[in-house]
């Protein structure tokens, strides 16, 4: 025992049940997405978590820290799930695997492991991902992809398909990649749109499990609710100032994993800021960057950038948002 | 029904409240042996005024308050003064404290008890002065001196805090619903001596029973009982000021500036039996409770041994650590020998079973759940870095001290952080910095000072000397002279006999005149006495030195707390020599501990914290934890909670 006085009863939570109940929150979207697009994303999940364990293993190693209990916490396995969500579904089995070592070697391990990294991990991962790999980041499944299971792992792992296969369909580009291109070679709007029906659906799924989330208090509620302000504050006004040049905001709210993002990216307490306000600000800010950087940049999507850039506020952020401590007007800072 | 505001934060444990709140309370059998600590009050230890062997009666004067933040101790029951001597203490620190040791007779024999009967025609100050020699002190855990409380009247609100938020306590609960009649007389005294405008008794909607006995006992006063959400720590004096007036009042403002002032409910009964009937400060309510077969409420006489008042709640076997207080703020016993304060309201048995061993301390995910739970919207998790790098300045910057050490941050920690030992540590070691800062301010002030005087003394004496020798040739010239005009006022033809006397007698006048009065000394002090005192310094400085080497050598803190900058040099020597012999004392302490083997501090995390960085900054922590006892003094200042 200990002679100190310390707090001598505690809330049954530990870091484990909460990322538990995050992975718990994605069964959904992914339940959603494998009826979409196959059961190839599965294997995704499963090559990104296992990457993420033995890499977040080996470097807790390196770093002299015990290795199991950092592992138990399941945060590595959230990290890599996020990044299999969001890379392309059908991309070659190394992405994952490139995109994940790096999320967890340099952004997570690197700055001092769980609670010490500065940039989302998962978003890290992502972005090194778009610069490096462009071409095979913008290759998105058609959401009518006539594979089965054993062509998609065939497909991921060695590229190849089975005889009579359809590359085309494979490679086709993400829906907001098409309207950009296409929009920029100038044709309309109207003929532009993919069939966005499947996308829709996951993003409920996202939908569903966030709000299982914030009803379990596990998230806040403004930095989600501040996101999708900041995307909407810039798409409804341009949409309906040119409707023929701007995308709809129902396609921006559920193309390109926004919801995914909403939910489970810009909620990650770690590299995101951790009073209200700057929850609020932290959230906005994402929202219109994931705009600019989606209708004026280069990237087919933009939320991982703004999600980074966002992330590099947060120390500010947190200073300048403190709130007003029990019975003091002003806040000092 | 009123409005009722809320305050930022707080959380809902599991109550654990109904093992114990559905007994009676019941008077604790008197033990054999007591011993009545000197410490019973923030502030000073008291000084004792008997002497062993001394044979006293219940309620008898045994020790006077020393200082202003000090409270009187009283013979709990009538016996034999057996020692005076130190004796295990309920404090975290585990060092112990002089304790006066009382053999009882069994007799109980009281003193002439003497009521204030005519307390509506005293003054506030009259009952002021009253209650300070009755001993009275916040029965809340504070144990701030409740006649320092009572200074500023008239008030808008006088707040009768009921609340009792911890888990698991419920002696205020089981008072209320049996003594509200005596309750409400003491909150008449109190309301009367602070001229208070209205009474809001504030007390959480868990206690049904509670509010509806205190709403039967309060309508005669005009008292208003108010039942407030329940939710921990209601029961802070400042949350349930706000609660039950809106006002929030900031750390380092008292209450009274905003016109309210708070008391528990045990405190107000306890000012109501000193001044209705005479009775010192010598029982009090304790909630036995915890890993026990029989939870109970005891009315148990100050000084009672602890392992003597458990036993009567019947431990479980499996039973490990007792912590007084409650889950949230309670501190683990270091020795259950030590005998009831006034501060003990709960005597909490761990097990295994009940209270499952924290696991390890993983890395903070700034999730801000701290945050959302902190009463007085601190940033927690800020707060702990800075405490863990020991960036103590910026640690004040983000309002340490504000932070009420509810424990509510702790509760809710998905890492399991224990963030408060975390501001605790944090806190002594501003305070012990500021100490050496202000002992070295006060050695550099004393140091000129006496450089001052030892020039002002050489530059007098020259001047003295330059006196002397001017006095000399004056009284020589003027001898003469008187001399010479004698001699010439002599009628030609005198008897030039005479004509000698005369000249002699004249001398001896100037001689008078000229001689240097004791007055005329620059500073009024006569050689001898000037002596004296030079020799007095110089054994002042030289013990001072000494002292110092002593404390340098144990490496104390070198210095006196920054309380004692007003008082005056022997006091401040005796303090000096007190601590200088606590030091070697404080060194045992540690190694015992190190010798059993305990573990120091909260359990090594294995998170991505550096270990030696973690172990350096544990040690530290359990430093900070004997150093508390010290600090309590620098606390004094702060407006505790009733
Ligand atoms: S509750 Fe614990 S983990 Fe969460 S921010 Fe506070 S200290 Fe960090
Ligand atoms: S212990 Fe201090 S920081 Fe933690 S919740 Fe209470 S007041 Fe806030």
Known sequence: MTAIHSTHIAKPATVSTVML?????LLPGIALSVYCNGIG?????????????????????????????????????VTAWLLALSLPPLGGWWMIVVATLFAIIVAKQLYGGLGNNPFNPAMAGFALMVVSFPAQMAQWGSPQLPLDAVAQWQWIFLHTLPAGGVPDAISSATPLDVLKTGLRQGQALAGLLPSSSAQGLIALGWLAGGLWLWQQKLIPWQTPLAMLAGLLALALPLWLWQPAQYASPLLHLLQGGTLLAAAFIVTDPVSGSSTPKGRLIFGFGVGLLTYVIRVFGNFPDGIAFAVLLMNMTVPLLDQYTRPAVFGHRRERS | MMPLFDFPGGIHPPEHKAHSSAVPIRLAPLPPQLHVALRQSMGNAARPCVAVGDRVAKGQLIASADGRLSAAVHAPTSGVISAIAPQPFAHPSGLPELAITLDSDGEERWIDRQPLHDWPQRSGAEIRDFLAQMGIVGLGGAVFPSHLKLGVSPLETLVINGAECEPYISCDDRLMRERADAICDGIAVTRHALQARQVLIGIEDNKPQAIAAMQAAAAAHGFSVVAVPTKYPSGGAKQLIRILTGKAIPHGVRSTEHGVQCFNVATVYAIGRAVLHGEPLISRIVT??????????????????????????????????????????????????????????????????????????????????????????????????????????????????????????????????????????????????????????????????RQMRLQRDKAEKAQRLADKAAQAAARQTASHSAAANVATNVAPGADPKQAAIAAAMARAAAQREAAPLPEQHSNGLNDAKQAAIAAAMARAAARKTAADEAKAASGQPPAPPPASSGLDDAKQASIEAAMARAAPRKAAADEAKAASGQPPAPPPSSSGLDDAKQAAIEAAMARAAARKAAADQARANQQPDS
């Not at chain 2, 209270?355 to 995910?365: D, H, L, N, T």
């Open chain 2, 288 to 449: 036995l409770t915890g890993a026990v077969d029989a939870a109970a409420n005891v009315e148990a006489l100050i000084g009672t041994p602890l392992d003597r008042l458990l036993a009567l709640a019947q431990p479980h076997r499996d039973r490990k650590e007792v912590v007084m207080g409650g889950p949230l703020m309670g501190f683990t016993l270091p020795d259950l020998a030590a005998g009831l304060t006034k501060a003990g309201n709960c005597l909490l048995v761990k097990s295994p079973a009940l209270f499952p061993p924290r696991p390890p301390a993983q890395a903070c995910i700034r999730c801000g759940d701290c945050a959302s739970a902190c009463p007085v919207s601190l940033q927690p998790m800020d707060l702990f870095w800075f405490a863990k790098s020991k960036n103590f300045d910026k640690a004040q910057q983000w309002q340490l001290f504000d932070c009420i050490e509810c424990g509510a941050c702790s509760y809710v920690c998905p890492s399991q952080i224990p963030l408060v030992d975390y501001y605790r540590f944090a806190k002594s070691e501003i305070w012990a910095a500021e100490r050496d800062k202000n002992a070295a301010n006060l050695a550099r002030q004393r140091h000129e000072f």
């Open chain 1, 21 to 25: 109940k995050v992975l718990a929150a």
């Open chain 1, 41 to 77: 994303i599965l294997l995704q999940l499963l090559l990104a978590s296992l990457t993420a364990l033995g890499a977040e293993a080996a470097m807790l190693r390196l770093r002299g820290v015990a290795v199991l209990p950092a592992l138990k916490d399941l945060s590595a396995i």
